[in-house]
């Protein structure tokens, strides 16, 4: 069966008139298969042990349409119990709060958050407000948030700034383990990437012994590319398809990494990015963050031994692009319109290409 035959026998569904991804597929329920490592239980970030994500959701009205994706590498006081950490710059147009700290020290302290532009300092401000109240942290008179963020304000009222302190909290208190929701959730609410609906998305590998797991806010442009197919010249978004935007990366693994090949396993995030025909485009802020859940260690992985896990990284941040626009739905809000990615048209071009492949 082809994957175009396997869509249609999935769901006859319409995403223009659904406000959940729920009816529509991951990138593998179709047949869609993206590199040669396999994949974690869940093919999530949270197939690496510990890690949890929470969403908070916002829609209200006709204008907002925005939220914060929190994402923990355990359930513990991250300011007692540090995971090491690294953060690579692909392109800096972005506001990454508490990166110069990750870069300096090696270590995050506090969950990542992610977010709309203009809601940085007030997402940064509530999670200080979470670790300040955290027991233990009573006497703590410094903690490094760690915010990023995308510009959702083409689909909601970023100026408004409507995620707050409530917001934070549920995200964070609302973290688990298990199935990631992904699409149009938390921080991709309001998302756009390659002209279409983009949001949260997310993929694991295991590899040489561990697992790891990625998780992507798309906001981007470029040449959409899935499994090295260029269907993005071939169907084209009803709007205009910009080339600037924002992507985050956020990269966990249970190996034992250090912080220096932690920032190399997230600068090779990029690449992961490039398969799925980012741009890189002057206004595009792209950020990695890696961080490792293995806990004291007694030894760290060497250099030679890091490859299969720049391999994962590369499969698994594709992917998960690609599951972000899967799943995400159809959008209206702030007085425009954003199309979900036709996956049926999608998925006849890959049929198409490896038919020709195959002769």
């Not at 769901?11 to 009816?23: F, K, L, N, R």
């Not at 027991?135 to 009222?157: H, K, Y």
Request: aromatic share 4%.
């Amino acid at each position: 069966m082809t994957r175009a035959a396997t869509f249609l026998a999935l769901a006859a569904m319409s995403a223009a008139t659904t406000v959940s991804g729920e009816d529509r597929p991951r990138a593998r329920e179709v047949g869609v298969i993206i590199g040669l490592l396999p994949p974690g239980p869940l093919n999530a970030i949270t197939d690496v042990a510990g890690v949890k994500v929470g969403h908070a959701t916002l829609r209200r009205g006709d204008k907002i349409r925005t939220g914060v994706t929190a994402v923990l590498p355990h359930s513990g006081n991250l300011f007692r119990q540090k995971v090491p950490a690294a953060v690579f710059v692909g392109n800096g147009f972005g506001k990454l709060m508490g990166s110069t700290q990750v870069e300096e020290l090696g270590e995050i302290e506090t969950p990542i958050l992610l977010t709309s532009t203009l809601n940085v300092p007030r997402v940064a401000d509530a999670l200080l407000d979470y670790m300040l109240g955290l027991p233990g942290n009573e006497q703590v008179r410094s903690i490094n948030p760690l915010v990023a963020e995308t510009n959702d304000g083409f689909l909601n009222d970023s100026r408004g700034r409507h995620v707050g302190a409530a917001e934070v909290l549920a995200a964070i208190k609302g973290a688990t383990g298990g199935p990631v929701e992904e699409g149009a959730a938390g921080a991709g609410t309001g998302t756009v990437a390659f002209g279409w609906k983009g949001g949260i998305g997310t993929s694991s590998r295991l590899a040489a012994g561990f697992t790891l797991g990625v998780l992507v806010q798309t906001n981007y442009g470029g040449d959409l590319t899935i499994a090295g197919v260029p269907v993005g010249r071939q169907i084209r978004p009803p709007g205009e398809d910009s080339k600037d935007g924002s992507v985050i990366v956020v990269i966990a693994t249970d190996a034992p990494v250090d912080a220096r090949n932690l920032k190399r396993l997230a600068a090779r995030a990029m690449l992961g990015l490039g398969r799925t025909g980012a741009a890189g485009s002057n206004g595009s802020g792209d950020y990695a963050i890696a961080f490792s859940t293995a806990r004291s260690p007694r030894e760290v992985l060497s250099n030679d031994a890091i490859s299969p896990l720049f391999q994962a990284v590369i499969e698994a941040t594709e992917e998960a692009v690609v599951n972000s626009l899967f799943k995400a739905v159809t959008t209206n809000g702030n007085g425009r319109r954003v199309e979900a990615a036709p996956i049926d048209q999608i998925l006849r071009l890959l049929d198409q290409a490896e038919r020709r492949r195959s002769r």
